[in-house]
């Protein structure tokens, strides 16, 4: 009842441009991974805030943490001094990402401006203009991310020119290879598109990045074949372009590594980090090579906030918690121990098609009788779930998005899938 009355008066006042809500939750607060609204109703958390709360909600140590930081400083513009906490992150974060080269930082507010940010840096430093990214790729909001994201049209409709120089090619989803290839008879043709691009009317000598996403995060959680991602990264490479590995829905542990790239032994040029990496605060930070990192000067790339000391305190807190109680580790395990649940409940439970998924990032298929993808199933079983007592959303048509907070205790996920697992009977009924 109190639910229902906010939603109502958000919809008075709040612009429909950021929500596609599947069920009335007005969430209050929550716990690790127990969320409870406004009317009291617990629920676990199968979507820690779309994978922004790898620690869970309000962990004690960010919370000690930003809390401890509030008392001294908020947050004073690091573009006009220096604050310690903003360095040592950075530290922190240059250790903690791939590559044992120099490395700097530079901080931002969004994953999506981070994305911009990447292209900035990367067109100023190798003096080229064009920029590569793949379709179904999701690099957010801002007109730059906008410009290199290919999911949807309600993204683009309306808001056009996009800015110049962006190339949009497939992404290596096997399951549904654009070339119509299988495992066995795949030459890669993905990449050989992006090569013939080169020779007919792409002058490689003038793409500046090619942007990755390591996972096709909101395409559904496909896992591209790590033979196209090395390949992808030795043509970069070849070719003198930067390879940016978009870590902002992956990292920090999520895929069970640090970041996804990981998973496929690339070593990008820059990484661009966001969500997770502080616990649900304000922040995101592209980590490069000290010498893209050179190639801007102020101000180039700067938003008055971004790296403010509270946001930071959260990060290293978070970069604590998930050392301390090795949530890399648990996420591999728990991952494994969920899909191996999900596939046995499969047998018996034909609407759920192909499961996928690194660590906590798992992506399972509601279909229906001809194995066709079955939207409507989908968003019933989310919605069931939400009245039994789990918040789960989904992906494109029908891709549950499985990406619990690492935190999570396996009690409280076999539960949760319990809880799917009833859902899923009651929509068969
Ligand atoms: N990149 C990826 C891979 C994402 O999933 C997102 C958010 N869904 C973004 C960038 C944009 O991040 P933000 O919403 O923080 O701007």
Redesign the pocket.
């Known amino acids: 009842p109190r639910s229902l009355a906010l939603v109502e008066r958000d919809g008075r006042v709040l612009s429909g441009c950021a929500r596609s809500p599947y069920y009335p939750l007005v969430v209050k607060s929550g716990r690790g991974a127990v969320l409870e609204d406004v009317d009291g109703n617990r629920f676990i958390d199968f979507s820690a805030g779309?994978?922004?709360l790898n620690t869970g909600t309000c962990h004690p140590r960010v919370v000690e943490a930003v809390t401890e930081q509030a008392r001294s400083l908020l947050c004073y513009t690091i573009g006009y001094m220096y604050e310690e906490s903003s360095v040592e992150l950075a530290e922190r974060l240059c250790a903690v990402t791939p590559g044992s080269f120099p490395k700097k930082v530079a901080y931002g507010?969004?994953?999506?401006?981070?994305?911009d940010g990447a292209v900035k840096f990367a067109r100023a430093f190798t003096g080229r203009s064009e920029i590569i990214s793949f379709r179904t790729?999701?690099?957010?909001?801002?007109y730059g991310?906008l410009s290199a994201?290919a999911i949807s049209l309600n993204m683009r409709r309306g808001l056009g020119p996009m800015i110049p120089g962006f190339h949009v090619f497939p992404y290596p989803i096997c399951a549904r290879c654009p070339f119509g290839r299988r495992e066995e008879s795949c030459d890669l043709e993905c990449l050989k598109d992006i090569e013939e691009a080169f020779r007919l009317y792409l002058p490689a000598e003038e793409v500046a990045a090619v942007l990755f996403?390591p996972i096709a995060?909101?395409a559904g959680l496909m896992i591209p074949p790590a033979r196209y991602v090395r390949a992808l990264a030795d043509l970069c490479r070849r070719e003198g372009i930067l390879f940016v590995s978009?870590?902002?829905?992956?990292g920090f542990g999520r895929t069970g590594r640090w970041f996804a790239i990981e998973h496929f032994d690339v070593v990008p040029d820059i990484v661009?980090l966001?969500?997770a990496i502080a616990s649900g605060m304000?922040l995101?930070a592209l980590v490069m090579r000290s010498e893209i990192a050179d190639a801007l000067s102020d101000p180039g790339h700067i938003f008055t906030l971004a790296g403010g000391a509270v946001c930071c305190q959260a990060a290293l807190a978070t970069l604590d918690v998930i050392e301390e109680e090795r949530l890399v580790e648990r996420s591999r395990r728990l991952g494994d121990l969920i899909r191996e649940r999900l596939a046995a409940m499969g047998e018996t439970l034909p609407l759920l098609g192909d499961c996928r998924g690194l660590g906590l990032t798992i992506g399972q298929e509601i279909v229906d009788d001809n194995g066709n993808p079955d939207r409507d199933a989908c968003t019933r079983v989310c919605f069931r779930c939400w009245q039994r007592g789990l918040v789960l959303t989904f992906l494109g048509d029908n891709v549950l998005r499985i990406q619990p907070p690492l935190i999570i205790t396996e009690e409280e996920a076999l539960k949760g899938l319990e809880i799917l697992r009833l859902a899923l009977e009651d929509y068969r009924a």
């Open positions: 779309a994978a922004s507010l969004s994953g999506s401006d981070a994305i790729a999701y690099h957010g909001s801002t991310a994201s996403e995060g909101d978009d870590e902002v829905q992956q661009v966001g969500k304000p995101s």
